[in-house]
Each structure stands twice: as C-alpha cells, then as structure tokens.
C-alpha cells in the first residue's frame, strides 16, 4: 500500500512561485508512477503533471505547460511540483497520486493512491 501527504501549498501573487511537495511511504512506491492533480471551486478534477517511476519521462496539461515542473526523488520519496509564473486560474486544490501501471497519463482510473490535497491560492 502506498500513502501521499501533499505540502507547499499557500497565498501568493499572480506571477509568482511555489513549489509542492509530496511525501510517499510504501514499500514499492518508487515503482509508482506519479501525478498531480488539482480541483478548483465548482469544477471536475484535472489532471496536471505526471512522471514515471524513473523520473526520465513527463507530461504535462497544455495550461500548464512551460510553467510548472515534476520530479521526484526516489532516495527521499518524495515528489515535487514547482510552479512558476502563476496565475489565478490555478487556484485550486492540488492532489498527489500514485499509480501501480500508467497506460493513460492523464487519467485519474490509472491512479490508485491519493493525497489529501494541499491548497494552493493566487491573488489578482
């Protein structure tokens, strides 16, 4: 089994920067693909970025695309989101997740294990 705790979420400015943190304990997480997701007031769940249990290979949602970054840390299990030149359509819940085996990317039916989710809110 496999449990995520997410972290780093805040208040900042439009243009500024964060950067997420998750936090994976199991005993084959680094075997896991990872992703994050985000859920804003009144809307469905999307998908954001994921990465590959080596950390080689991403993908990224276009809004995002150019602005945030994955990676993870296999040695710490951690997985991280920085994010940069923000804007207030990303305000919105941000949700860490695992997933055993990744045929699709970006669908959330590929990911097992979730987070409890961190918020993250932009100004202006």
């Known amino acids: 089994q496999v449990q995520l705790v997410e972290s780093g979420g805040g208040l900042v400015q439009a243009g500024g920067s964060l950067r997420l943190s998750c936090a994976a304990s199991?005993?084959?997480?680094?075997?896991?693909?990872m992703g994050w997701f985000r859920q804003a007031p009144g809307k469905e769940r999307e998908f954001v970025a994921a990465v590959d249990w080596s950390g080689t290979m991403t993908n990224y949602a276009d809004s995002v695309k150019g602005r945030f970054t994955i990676s993870r840390d296999n040695a710490r299990n951690r997985v991280y989101l920085q994010m940069n030149s923000l804007k207030s359509e990303d305000t919105a819940v941000y949700y860490c997740?695992?997933?055993?085996?990744?045929?699709?990317?970006?669908?959330?039916?590929?990911?097992?294990?979730w987070g409890q989710g961190t918020q993250v809110t932009v100004s202006s």
């Open positions: 199991g005993r084959t997480v680094n075997s896991h693909a």
């Open positions: 997740a695992a997933a055993p085996a990744l045929d699709n990317w970006s669908d959330e039916r590929n990911y097992d294990f």
